[in-house]
Nanobody
Framework: QVQLVESGGGLVQAGGSLRLSCAAS????????MGWFRQAPGKEREFVAA????????YYVDSVKGRFTISRDNAKNTVYLQMNSLKPEDTAVYYC?????????????????WGQGTQVTVSS
């Protein structure tokens, strides 16, 4: 059974930084891509970033390019999201997710396993 556990969320002032972590268990972590998504109140869940199984390819939504960095440590079964220059509009619950096939996707419907989410709040 695949389990994903996020951590690292919190309250930060605009311009600050946070690093989210997502620890995975239940299958061979290094075989599958990972993604980060977020959902703000009253909005649909949206793609933030994704990383290939090897870590060699990464993808970002335009609104976070240059500010967020996704990375993974396959030895630790963990994926990270480094978030810098945070803005109030980044406020949301952040989720990590993984898929059952080895190709990256931006559509959350393509992901099969999800963590419980971690709240990120950016004050102005």
């Amino acid at each position: 059974q695949v389990q994903l556990v996020e951590s690292g969320g919190g309250l930060v002032q605009a311009g600050g930084s946070l690093r989210l972590s997502c620890a995975a268990s239940g299958r061979t972590f290094s075989r599958y891509p990972m993604g980060w998504f977020r959902q703000a109140p009253g909005k649909e869940r949206e793609f933030v970033a994704a990383i290939s199984s090897s870590g060699g390819s990464t993808y970002y939504v335009d609104s976070v390019k240059g500010r967020f960095t996704i990375s993974r440590d396959n030895a630790k079964n963990t994926v990270y999201l480094q978030m810098n220059s945070l803005k109030p509009e980044d406020t949301a619950v952040y989720y990590c997710a993984t898929k059952s096939s080895d190709y990256i996707a931006r559509d959350p419907r393509r992901y099969d396993y999800w963590g419980q989410g971690t709240q990120v709040t950016v004050s102005s």
